[in-house]
Every structure is written in structure tokens, then in C-alpha cells.
């Protein structure tokens, strides 16, 4: 018989992991800019909140919770996710639209802040709601979903790795990339933001499968390809953000392995 504890950490999982395919790969360019437009009668605030609260109560479902409680569930998080996207919205306008010192302190240091400081009140929300489900009785002879653990943290350090990971590293870098004469166009810098994702992808999979020494093949190759014929400040700025680019993703991939196997290493 499945390990009830088990279940209840699978379920913690992919809430968490439900809430990041709300915030990230389900959440369009178009989201964000309506939101900052129109706050908190954007379309797009209530689109994005409620599809949150619904592939939580889909996943309650799928554990057999009676249909009155997931409902519940996605009001609550629908509520929360709009009250939360709506707080950060309000500070950010609040600090852009005051005079331009404050602006320019809140592009370098507030930005990660808040950005770390809105993820990290959904996921206290998750934790809470689901501290109060897991009392709730579980059949686990029709349950279909307990028994993956280490795939859906796998999910999740992926999820973590592509998105929320190069949305920090966009916004560290983005003040020495203003400080350069480094190209503005869209498409080079949509280009770019994909072969970082596709890195740290490569990168992440290595770790995880203890291939260490591929690492050192796609550094070297990024090197030759990326610092060919450039200025001196656009070598830096392509060195910083591809350091902190690969860093975070082996710092992942260890803590992954960390948790999984037990070990950083093969053994």
C-alpha cells in the first residue's frame, strides 16, 4: 500500500508545481503588459488568478476531494493570486511613477525583491491550504498520482530552471545592459533569452544525470560562439549573465540530486 506521508508531499508538490505552470509557461507577454495597464480590472489579472485556482482544483479532483472542496480551493487561491498580483502591481507603479532616483533604485535592487518576495507569498498560500487538505481522507486504492514524487520535483526544479530563473537574471543584468551599447532588438534579445533557457536546460539534465564533464564541453562552446568579435563591455555583460546563467542551473541540479538520491554524485 502507497505511504500516506508520500501522498501528502506528491500532493504539496504539485500544487507548487501547478502554481508555476500558472505563473510562468501559462502566463503570456500580453498578461503582464494588460495588467500594467489596467490593474486590477485587467482581464488578464482574473484570467491568469483564476486558471491558478483551477489546476489546483483539478488536482484535488484527481485525489479524489469531494467537488465542493476543490471549488472552494479555487476561490480561495483565485482570490489570493489576484489580491498578491495586484499588492506587487500597486508597488511597482507606486515606485515608477515617483521621481526618477527612486526609479532607477528600485530597477537595480527592488525589482528581484519584489519578483522573489510575490512568489514567495504564493507558495506560503499553497502550504497553507494544503496543511489544512491533508486531513482530509484520501482513498488511495483509486489514487493515480501519489507514486511520482521524484518526477514531479524533477518537474519543478525544470519549470524553475527555464523561467523564474531567467526572469532573475534578466533583471540582474539589466542595468549593466543599459549601461552598454548592446543591441535593442526584439528579436536578438527573445533569441538570446532562448538559447539561455536551452543552456540551462542542457545544463540541468547533465547534473542530473551526473554527466559532469559535458558541462565543460558546453561552456567551451558557448565561449567560441558568443565572445567571438565583440566590444569589451559586451563580453562582460554576455559573461556575467552566462555565469550566473550556469551557476544557477548546476546549483539546481545539485539540489535536485541532493534530494532524489541522496548524493551530488554517482555512486
Given at each position: 500500500m502507497t505511504d500516506i506521508s508520500n501522498i501528502n508531499i506528491s500532493l504539496l508538490l504539485l500544487l507548487?508545481?501547478?502554481?508555476?505552470?500558472?505563473?510562468?509557461?501559462?502566463?503570456?507577454?500580453?498578461?503582464?503588459?494588460d495588467r500594467k495597464a489596467n490593474g486590477f480590472f485587467s482581464k488578464w489579472l482574473h484570467i491568469h488568478s483564476f486558471t491558478a485556482g483551477f489546476l489546483a482544483s483539478v488536482i484535488l479532483y484527481f485525489y479524489q476531494f469531494p467537488f465542493i472542496s476543490c471549488l472552494l480551493i479555487l476561490v480561495v487561491i483565485y482570490t489570493t493570486h489576484v489580491v498578491i498580483d495586484y499588492f506587487k502591481l500597486f508597488v511597482e507603479t507606486k515606485i515608477c511613477n515617483s521621481d526618477s532616483d527612486s526609479k532607477n533604485n528600485y530597477d537595480s535592487k527592488a525589482d528581484i525583491l519584489l519578483f522573489i518576495v510575490d512568489q514567495f507569498l504564493h507558495i506560503i498560500i499553497i502550504i497553507l491550504i494544503w496543511k489544512q487538505i491533508v486531513n482530509f481522507e484520501i482513498n488511495i486504492d483509486s489514487l493515480c498520482l501519489g507514486s511520482y514524487t521524484n518526477l514531479w520535483i524533477i518537474c519543478i526544479s525544470y519549470i524553475i530552471t527555464i523561467w523564474p530563473t531567467g526572469i532573475v537574471i534578466g533583471k540582474w543584468t539589466s542595468i549593466l545592459k543599459n549601461q552598454i551599447d548592446y543591441p535593442k532588438d526584439e528579436k536578438l534579445l527573445n533569441a538570446g533569452m532562448n538559447i539561455g533557457r536551452i543552456e540551462r536546460v542542457l545544463l540541468l539534465t547533465f547534473v542530473l544525470l551526473g554527466e559532469y564533464s559535458a558541462i565543460g564541453l558546453l561552456i567551451t562552446a558557448k565561449s567560441i560562439f558568443r565572445f567571438e568579435s565583440k566590444g569589451r563591455d559586451d563580453v562582460e555583460y554576455i559573461l556575467i549573465g552566462t555565469l550566473i546563467s550556469f551557476l544557477s542551473a548546476v546549483v539546481i541540479g545539485l539540489i535536485t540530486r541532493r534530494i532524489i538520491y541522496g548524493s551530488f554524485m554517482n555512486t
Open positions: 507548487i508545481l501547478s502554481h508555476l505552470l500558472a505563473d510562468f509557461p501559462f502566463q503570456p507577454d500580453v498578461s503582464i503588459k
